[in-house]
């Protein structure tokens, strides 16, 4: 296999490539810019149900994948000498971030366990060395859905797949703002103008304009990155 490797370990193989299987993604894919492998983790389950979880230790609700039907799973994927990144989707994880998903898009690929029920049996996540990644302060109900939103992002990043490279500079998160907003036609919109500067054509009032709603953007929806982006313009 050529090109950025994933593999995705889960429950539910069909629900892969879904959305990546459409528009840039897709494309990229069908090109062979990048692969997509997905393994059935029930496979590597040994006995006849093939259980691939139990009860928590220690009691409570719910149940948790198995240590030893993870391992096997990992293990088949991604040998010792496999120097990809091996992610676990879960809420417990760190939070994603454009510069995680920059440095994985920079690498040969990634693996990644997709956790259902209530977590993972923490022993195959420190002998696996599994990353343990986030999408959001909010519970999805599995990791399929997380996996391929971190995957979406690696892959609109990878050389050659999105058309206007510029686009991808200056957009939310690159420069540590959120985006300027942005206006086309028609001009009158239900009586509401463009900005008349937008339609100028002085580059540099243009320009002052996006920055100047960038920046007030950030500061009114997202306070954590506005603080971060002054505290950094100091240094
Ligand atoms: N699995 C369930 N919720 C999740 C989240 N917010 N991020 C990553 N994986 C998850």
């Not at 040969?108 to 986030?134: A, K, M, Q, T, Y």
């Not at 300027?180 to 937008?198: C, M, N, R, S, W």
């Not at 002052?208 to 500061?219: G, V």
Request: hydrophobic share 40%; charged share 25%; with cysteine.
């Amino acid at each position: 296999m050529t090109g950025f490797v994933a593999d995705v370990l889960t429950l539910y193989p069909e629900m892969f490539p879904g959305s990546l299987g459409h528009s840039l993604a897709g494309r990229a894919l069908a090109e062979g810019v990048w692969s997509l492998r997905t393994t059935q983790i029930r496979d590597f389950a040994l006995d006849k149900h093939r259980h691939v979880d139990d009860t928590p230790a220690g009691g409570g609700p719910g149940m948790v994948m198995r240590a030893d039907v993870l391992a096997r799973a990992v293990d088949a994927v991604c040998p010792a000498d496999d120097l990809r990144p091996r992610l676990v989707m879960t809420p417990r994880g760190r939070p994603l971030s454009q510069a995680r998903v920059r440095d994985l898009a920079a690498g040969p690929g990634v693996v990644i366990l997709c956790g259902r029920f209530e977590g993972v049996d923490e022993r195959v996540i420190s002998r696996r060395g599994l990353e343990e990644v986030s999408i959001g302060d909010y519970v999805l109900s599995g990791g399929e859905v997380a996996a391929t939103v971190v995957l979406d992002a690696i892959v609109r990043l990878l050389p050659g797949v999105m058309g206007n490279d510029q686009s991808g500079l200056t957009e939310s998160f690159e420069t540590g703002l959120l985006e300027h907003a942005q206006y086309t036609k028609p001009p009158v919109f239900e009586g509401e103008d463009i900005p008349p500067v937008l339609l100028s054509g002085d580059h540099a009032k243009v320009d002052a304009w996006r920055k100047r709603n960038a920046e007030e953007t950030t500061a009114s929806r997202r306070p954590d990155l506005w603080l971060a982006h002054q505290a950094a313009k100091k240094t």
